[in-house]
């Protein structure tokens, strides 16, 4: 009988390639899987499933993973305002863990013997891919033909030919990977630190050029609805963010960060919703958190942002730091408005039955209702103490 093998499957070139060769050079009956994490239409999915049956795999299977995708990290990624070196949402990094966890499990519910993926030996997503199988099928021989063979596209073109897979491999001029937390885009400009990608690039055209506001409503933390009418999810809610602000070419830029094997990188990505999602989201925390609260969610946040793109989604800790950020959010309830122009957005304001900036307290820089002027100077006293303490002595003593 001939081994099991699950083949995370795209139906680009690495993984059409990867079929032909672990089916009839390596033997293996090829199961293939793609994983929707937002990023594709029907049609998109019958046309891979369309080419995974005529490359002769024996099954192909696709997965709808955005709401456990949501409920199990977009969320948290809220949560934490994660934004990766205060700028990029993680729409790759994320999504790539969901994707191999799926695959991981199906792997494993069809008594695979092995799993493969296309990746190269030179990103991120060869190392997720592998942590998550090690992890969730230990034992398992992992397979990466693109990895292990150091292949060129022209390489893999003329092996196909010689398979009777000819199809049109022409590469565009940029790499397009959509979701529903962002899409990425690769192409010439961002191997190079010093260019930015043209208009051309970017996949959703500026098509909306007069401002508009509108207002974000969370509860408990979670985005539930737009101007004042409530989603049916907040899967929902961040879709009509999306077909309402992309438009004006917000939420564009390029992440520069380390790779997970040390070298620097650059990808540009446009994720409107997401960008002002987790800014609206932080001022409403601003006025509903204390000082503390504010302080261990930024660091704890980042730690969590950190583990997530270097594939440690299922480290225990983040399970710990989730159960944190998730404690933090019971007052982080109210209505956020937010300006919309071309290319870029502000806050407004927020209003909040939690908002500590709450009038009853008094004024900011007027009068106070809670304290008076000789409690604010017996506290700056004693508040000086030590580091006056500490003068005091190393004067004497020098």
Not at 40 to 61: C, N, P, R
Not at 325 to 337: A, F, H, N
Not at 380 to 386: D, G, P, T
Request: overall charge negative; aromatic content about 10%; charged content about 25%.
């Amino acid at each position: 009988m001939k081994k099991k093998l699950v083949l995370a499957f795209s139906g680009g070139l690495d993984t059409t390639y990867c079929v032909k060769y672990l089916a009839e050079d390596c033997g293996y009956e090829v199961h293939t899987v793609i994983v929707d994490t937002g990023g594709f239409s029907k049609e998109d999915l019958a046309d891979i499933e369309k080419k995974a049956y005529e490359l002769g795999v024996t099954q192909h299977k696709c997965v709808y993973q955005v709401p456990k995708y949501y409920q199990e990290c977009i969320k948290f990624m809220i949560y934490g305002n994660v934004l990766k070196n205060n700028t990029y949402p993680l729409s790759v990094s994320a999504e790539r863990m969901f994707q191999a966890l799926a695959i991981a499990e199906y792997a494993k519910e069809i008594g695979a013997d092995a799993v493969a993926h296309g990746s190269t030996g030179a990103g991120n997503d060869q190392v997720r891919f592998d942590v998550v199988f090690h992890i969730l099928c230990p034992g398992i021989e992992i397979i990466t033909p693109i990895r292990d063979n150091k292949l060129s596209r022209e390489a893999e073109i003329d092996y196909l030919k010689a398979k009777g897979v000819v199809r049109d491999w022409t590469k565009a001029a940029y790499s397009i990977n959509k979701g529903i937390w962002g899409t990425s885009v690769g192409g010439k400009e961002t191997l190079t630190p010093d260019q930015y990608l043209p208009e051309a690039a970017w996949p959703t055209p500026v098509s909306k050029t007069t401002p508009e506001e509108i207002s974000l409503e969370f509860e408990n933390g979670e985005l539930v609805g737009l101007n004042g009418k409530r989603a049916t999810s907040p899967i929902e809610a961040i879709l009509d963010l999306r077909e309402i602000a992309q438009p004006f070419g917000i939420g564009r830029d390029i992440h520069v960060g380390d790779t997970i094997i040390g070298i620097k990188g650059r990808v540009g990505f446009e994720a409107a919703a997401p960008l002002i999602i987790i800014k609206a989201h932080h001022l409403l925390e601003k006025h509903t958190l204390t000082k503390q609260q504010m302080y261990w969610k930024d660091i704890l946040g980042n730690y969590y942002g950190t583990l997530l793109h270097e594939g440690q989604f299922l480290e225990p800790a983040m399970r710990n730091i989730e159960s944190f950020l998730e404690d933090t959010q019971k007052s982080v309830t109210g209505s956020v408005k937010v300006h919309l122009a071309p290319y870029n957005f502000y806050l407004l304001g927020i209003t909040s039955k939690f908002d500590l900036m709450s009038s009853k307290f008094g004024t900011y820089g007027e009068m106070n209702n809670t304290w008076s002027g000789d409690d604010v100077r017996g506290f700056s006293k004693i508040l000086a103490n030590q580091a006056m303490f500490h003068g005091l002595v190393n004067q004497e003593n020098h």
